[in-house]
């Protein structure tokens, strides 16, 4: 994890790109540059049941002061392995003080998908790495993002179970594109998977054949549905794991 965050901290190619713009505009890197790292558990590699949440991009924007992510290039700029560590743990607080200030956060992703207890073996992970200003992403970012560096990140991750989060992460997941809206339509109030069949194969290809694959709505603008969806999986992933 240290070395693919430090290594990659120059990467700006989904930056003054013209071949990704929204609403006319190239996008712009935020204040805080490099990827940001979400939070991955101290235990997350030893877990019997390695579950990764994967959201949009960093909704810091411009909104979070950039002296708390300094550890992002201190971590690049570090000499000694040792060093290294220490900015990688700087990184994990950033994030495990941020997170019950990020909005719904806590109540969707810890709460209600059932991961309160299991925090140090859980892992998050945005498709895009890095923020931009305005908080602006397109589907071409991303997808430019996941093929040259966010799919080496889920593959270090490995995880047994991967879950979607958000409108846009789903889109770019899928190889036909379905609305959130219409997934829980046909999906009712019982489950939240999606079929192998139907994830893209540079994602299939991070993974091994027996990933479980869900779905579910965002942290950001948080509705009643987005809690439910979460609960659903909370529900399949704890059968699951006790068969």
Same mark, same amino acid.
């Given at each position: 994890? /240290? ?27 935020? +204040? ?7 939070? /991955? ?33 201190k971590m690049h ?8 560590? /220490? ?19 806590? +109540? ?14 859980v892992a ?57 809206? +219409? ?45 439910? +969806? ?14």
């Amino acid at each position: 994890m /240290i070395d693919f965050f430090s290594s990659n901290y120059s990467c700006s190619k989904c930056f003054n790109n013209q071949k990704i713009t929204k609403s006319g505009k190239k996008l712009a890197l935020a +204040d805080v540059r490099g990827p940001q790292p979400r939070w /991955i558990g101290n235990n997350y590699f030893n877990s019997t049941q390695k579950i990764c949440v994967m959201l949009i991009n960093p909704g810091s924007g411009d909104k979070t002061p950039e002296n708390e992510w300094a550890s992002l290039e201190k971590m690049h700029s570090a000499e000694t392995d040792k060093d290294k560590e /220490i900015h990688w743990k700087e990184l994990m607080e950033t994030n495990k003080n941020g997170m019950p200030k990020w909005g719904a956060w806590d +109540d969707l992703y810890l709460k209600s998908l059932g991961l309160s207890t299991k925090k140090d073996s859980v892992a998050f992970m945005n498709m895009m790495l890095c923020a931009s200003k305005g908080n602006t992403y397109t589907t071409n970012s991303m997808d430019l993002c996941f093929s040259e560096k966010s799919n080496k990140l889920l593959s270090l991750l490995s995880p047994d179970v991967l879950i979607f989060s958000g409108a846009q992460t789903i889109k770019n997941a899928l190889k036909r594109p379905e609305s959130l809206t +219409d997934l829980r339509k046909k999906r009712g109030t019982k489950s939240r998977e999606l079929s192998s069949l139907l994830i893209k194969h540079s994602i299939k290809n991070c993974l091994t054949k027996n990933t479980k694959f869900y779905f579910m709505g965002h942290y950001a603008y948080i509705k009643k549905e987005d809690h439910e +969806d979460a609960r659903i999986i909370a529900s399949c992933i704890n059968q699951s794991s006790l068969a």
